[in-house]
Every structure is written in C-alpha cells, then in structure tokens.
C-alpha cells in the first residue's frame, strides 16, 4: 500500500454532524437518517469514521436520497487527527502501522460482513467509498457475491484498485474522478471505462477537471473550484443513489 502526502492532506467542513453513534455488528458506526427500506454504507477515507466531512456527507445523502447511512468504523479505532496535515505535516503519520493493521486483506471480511447485516436489514443498499473505501465498494459490487451484496456502488478518487476488481464489477456503479490524481491514474481511469462498457455493466463517469486526489470530500476552500467540485461529487452522488435505490 502506498500513501502520499496527497492522501493525508485535510480540509474540514463547518457545521455540527446531526446523526447518533451506535454499533453496526462489532464495529461502532455514525448513522444518519431512518429510512428502514433504504441504506447507504459509506467506507471512509483515511481519517477515518469521525472526520467531520464524512460525517457530513453522511447527513446530507440521509436527507437528500432518503436513506439511513452508515459509516461504520473500519479502522479499528485508529482516528487520525486531520488538523496537522491541512499545514503539511506528515511526521506524526506511522504509515508502516497503518499498513499492518488495515490492509485489504485485514479489512475487507469486516467490510463484507457490515453489507451484509444491512442487506439482510433493509430492502436496498447502496456503498460509497472515498480513496481508502474505493477498492472496498468495487469488491462490494463484485460478481462472486450471489445475491448481489448491493444494488449500486460509488466510488470517489479510489485508491489500491487493481484490473481485477474493475473486471469483477456486476452492479451499477459511478465513478467519480478528479483530474490529478495519483491513485485512479489515467490508464486506470481509461481502463474502468473500457472494462465496464465490454462487460455491459451501468456506470455513471464524472470527470473534475483541475480537481486533486481526495478534494471530494476534503475539499479546500482556498483552492480555486474544490469546495464547488466537492458540492458538484455530493450532488451526483445523491442523484446516483436516488436512482437505484427507490
């Protein structure tokens, strides 16, 4: 796993989360909205399951799809506190540890097991994943999953993707992707594009021109275009998941 100083760069939104804390299986969880038919489970960037923004985001996709979003904790209770690297320090990040403890391999059971409580609660589901959670929401959406495990998946500036879970993809899913970036990189942006028209499967693309890896949902207001881009993700998002889950 590879992590830049493009990963851990952080910008928080103003305002007060409105969701409750609760447990999802083992793993606490913020939950956002009540619908019981409807549900989004959002697997989080590398700041983790309190970072305000995805708290946030979460609020907004309940009131605006009309469904009950998770954000579940897969980190283990690893926070990072983002307030250090909104001024470029990275000294304090132990990437060697978290390599360790949340490679795909440590955290993907737990991610499949959060789906499926939810697919065995709640009439339909969508996932959303940003950087970290884009590898995550496309093995969500893959074709070994019978039943499918969700209905539609979306992925902002994913990151650790391979070709295969881009072949594997069997459910609708959107893609939302910055110009520069360094994760979903243009032979991987132009490969999911080619793969997912050859294998018939439904996607959205939505391109960010002059948008940086990680600015839709950290969006910086001080960077010309960000916060309008990091508006624009969540708009298309909401539509994507209103889509298919209603």
């Known amino acids: 796993m590879s992590l830049s100083s493009c990963c851990l760069k952080g910008f928080e939104w103003s305002g007060t989360p409105t969701g409750k804390v609760s447990k999802l299986g083992a793993n606490d969880v913020y939950i956002a909205g009540t619908n019981p038919d409807a549900a989004i489970l ?41 307030a250090p690297f909104i001024d470029g320090d990275f000294s304090k990040f132990d990437a060697e540890r978290f390599r360790a403890l949340n490679g795909r391999d440590v955290r ?65 899913v959107q893609l939302l992707a910055p110009e520069n970036d360094f994760t979903f990189t243009a032979e991987l942006k132009s490969y999911a594009f080619d793969t997912l028209q050859k294998n018939n499967v439904q996607f959205d693309y939505r391109y960010f021109p002059g948008i940086e890896h990680g600015a839709l949902v950290r969006g910086d207001d001080r960077k010309p275009g960000e916060r309008i881009a990091m508006a624009r993700a969540k708009d298309e998002a909401v539509s994507w998941f209103n889509q298919f889950l209603h």
């Open 42 to 82: 959002i697997v989080h960037d590398i700041f983790g399951w309190t970072f305000n923004n995805a708290r946030l985001l979460a609020d907004h996709y309940a009131r605006e799809a009309n469904a009950t979003v998770y954000l579940p904790d897969f980190f283990g209770g690893w926070v990072v506190d983002p």
């Open 108 to 172: 993907e059971p737990e991610i499949f097991a959060a789906a499926r409580e939810l697919r065995g609660t709640h009439k339909k589901l969508g996932a959303i994943g940003f950087c970290y959670g884009g590898w995550a929401v496309l093995r969500l959406a893959a074709k070994e999953h019978t039943p499918p495990l969700v209905d539609c998946v979306a992925t902002a500036h994913p990151s650790l993707l391979t070709h295969k879970d881009i072949d594997d993809v069997a459910v609708p």
